[in-house]
């Protein structure tokens, strides 16, 4: 056990790790698998939203939380040759996609047409004056 790991030595210990296994399905589509992918790393996230929303089927292995054998099975399937290097063929791409700056450009949007919406709960002058 390593302790607290500061976010600048994160990626090497991605990159030295055989997999990252995310079986949660209490959190959301979490930075772990992201950052994992970005260094190459196979990962394993739930066969559930939001990842099945974000990842397609070759970019992840998959698990069900409530049935450890089918995490046995990807953890199989992830020490199996060849599967580090196909996720450091397409694993740095797939990250790619949730850049901060794209994250930011997709919301903006939503956030624009959210303020322009009346605000519940607060008086408006003509309900002051009735």
Do not use: K
């Not at 060849?82 to 794209?102: E, N, S, Y």
């Not at 939503?110 to 322009?116: E, F, I, M, V």
């Amino acid at each position: 056990m390593t302790g607290p790991v500061a976010d600048a030595d994160m990626a090497a210990f991605y990159r030295q790790a055989a997999v990252l296994a995310y079986p949660s399905h209490c959190e959301g589509f979490g930075l772990c698998p992201v950052e994992a992918l970005a260094c190459g790393t196979p990962i394993i996230v739930p066969d559930a939203a939001p990842f099945t929303e974000h990842l397609r089927g070759d970019e992840a292995l998959w698990c069900v939380p409530e049935q450890p054998d089918t995490l046995a099975d990807a953890l199989h399937d992830a020490l199996r040759p060849g599967c580090r290097d196909r996720f450091g063929a397409v694993g740095p791409a797939v990250a790619r996609r949730f850049c901060w700056h794209d994250v930011a450009a997709r919301h903006i949007p939503a956030y624009r047409r959210l303020a322009a919406l009346p605000r519940a709960g607060v008086l408006q002058e003509s309900s002051i004056n009735a």
